[in-house]
């Protein structure tokens, strides 16, 4: 392989994964290439969230606000920065809101994943030395039953508008590969826990409603299942990926950590009442069943062995380690919270839970 790695594109890199992302490439990886991370602030970014660099990283970091649809936006990064590695996160990433309001997702997750494309096949014509690497989900595949995983050769049978919205995506990445010969790579990956993800996603959500008292909201019977990953193993994987993975190739990255919702959350009420000193009996009785999600699936589980066997990547942390972290996090940084809850998402939150 002959990837340069030098100058990357991160999209979406002030949302969760990619915050973390980029801290990994700087703080532990070792990367010492410029990364320039292109992120239009939607209620769930903040580039704040990077605020706090090291002076040493922060001369190979630059914040471009802009939208990932906006041809004209994408092909200045490239050209101003010499991109020979792309990074793909941006996405509406949240089902609920996919179900309430599906358009964005088309807008970003189809057409801005396309504009991308685009602009990296005209600009890195016939080059063999650039990657372009596009962050995907297990939630592609759809929904199992009591038994059985995803596979990289699973067939796609997405359900929700979100979840089609990425495996378009996908089927566009994998065109572009085969028609063009523009070189790829994909991960299809689990449910990512960890600092800096947005409070309305399950672990935050509810590790701030059992901070400020609130009802912890369990959708249905809270019988489905997932599969958690520590974002920064997720982190590790990408970056794995970007430098060992064939062109052309696609690998699930899991936590092989399936969790009932229901004992998540026992788990989670446990950590969370240590830690913050608040009873775990009055936190258990802030349970409250609430409608279920339309069309939900009902289990994730990812098999991850390919990546392991071809790459040698592996989970480093236990699901107990990746809760403690989380939790002391949350508890550590409630002015992030704050700040991240006050903008765009609160109106979303009045507009749309209250007629829960
Ligand atoms: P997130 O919602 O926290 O962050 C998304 C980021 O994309 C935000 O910073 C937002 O401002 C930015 N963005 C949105 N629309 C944009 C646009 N049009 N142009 C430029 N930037 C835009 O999402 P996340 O949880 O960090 O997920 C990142 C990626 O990983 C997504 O592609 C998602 O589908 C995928 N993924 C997430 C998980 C998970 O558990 N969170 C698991 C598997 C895959
Ligand atoms: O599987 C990967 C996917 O994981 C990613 O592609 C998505 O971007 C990410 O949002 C996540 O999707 P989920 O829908 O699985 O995550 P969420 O945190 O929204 O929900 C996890 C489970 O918890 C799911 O079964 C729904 C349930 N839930 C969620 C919320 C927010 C509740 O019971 N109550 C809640 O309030």
């Not at 340069?4 to 490439?25: D, E, Q």
């Not at 995506?169 to 990512?192: E, K, Q, W």
């Not at 989380?326 to 002015?335: E, F, K, R």
Request: aromatic share 12%; net charge negative.
């Amino acid at each position: 392989m002959n990837r340069k790695l030098s100058s990357i594109l991160v999209t979406g890199g002030a949302g969760f994964i990619g915050v973390n992302f980029i801290r990994h490439l700087f703080e532990r990886a070792g990367f010492d290439g410029r990364i320039v991370n292109l992120d239009a602030v939607t209620y769930a970014g903040n580039p704040a969230s990077l605020a706090d660099l090291s002076a040493g990283y922060k001369r190979h970091y630059d914040f471009v606000r802009g939208d990932i649809c906006d041809r004209g936006t994408v092909e200045k990064v490239f050209e101003d920065y010499q991109i020979d590695t792309l990074v793909h996160f941006a996405a509406e990433s949240h089902v609920d809101r996919s179900i309430l309001g599906p358009e964005a997702f088309v807008r970003t997750n189809v057409m801005g994943t396309f504009t991308l494309l685009d602009v990296a096949r005209m600009k890195w014509k016939g080059r063999d030395d650039v990657l372009f690497h596009h962050i995907s989900t297990d939630e592609v595949f759809g929904s199992l039953g009591e038994t059985g995983y995803f596979h990289e050769a699973t067939p796609y049978d997405p359900r929700s508008p979100y979840s089609a919205s990425k495996a378009s995506s996908d089927h566009l990445v994998r065109a572009y590969h085969h028609t063009y010969g523009l070189p790829i790579t994909l991960s299809n990956c689990s449910n990512n826990y960890g600092p800096y993800q947005f409070p309305e996603k399950l672990i935050p959500l509810m590790i701030q409603n059992m901070l400020e008292g609130k009802a912890l909201p369990v959708y249905g019977d809270g019988r489905n299942i997932r599969d958690w990953l520590y974002v920064e193993d997720h982190a590790s994987a990408i970056w794995t990926i970007l430098g060992r993975a064939e062109s052309g190739s696609s690998y699930n990255v899991g936590g092989e950590n399936e969790w009932e919702n229901l004992r998540l959350l026992e788990k989670l009420m446990e950590v969370v009442a240590a830690k913050s000193g608040k009873s775990l009996d009055a936190i258990r009785g802030s349970i409250t069943y609430v409608k279920d999600r339309p069309g939900h699936d009902r289990r994730y589980a990812i098999n991850c062995d390919a990546i392991k066997r071809d790459l040698g990547w592996r989970q480093a942390l236990t699901f107990d380690e990746g809760l403690e972290r989380t939790v002391d996090w949350y508890l550590s940084n409630q002015a992030w919270v704050d700040s991240i809850r006050s903008g765009e998402y609160q109106k979303w939150i009045d507009m749309n839970y209250a007629a829960r």
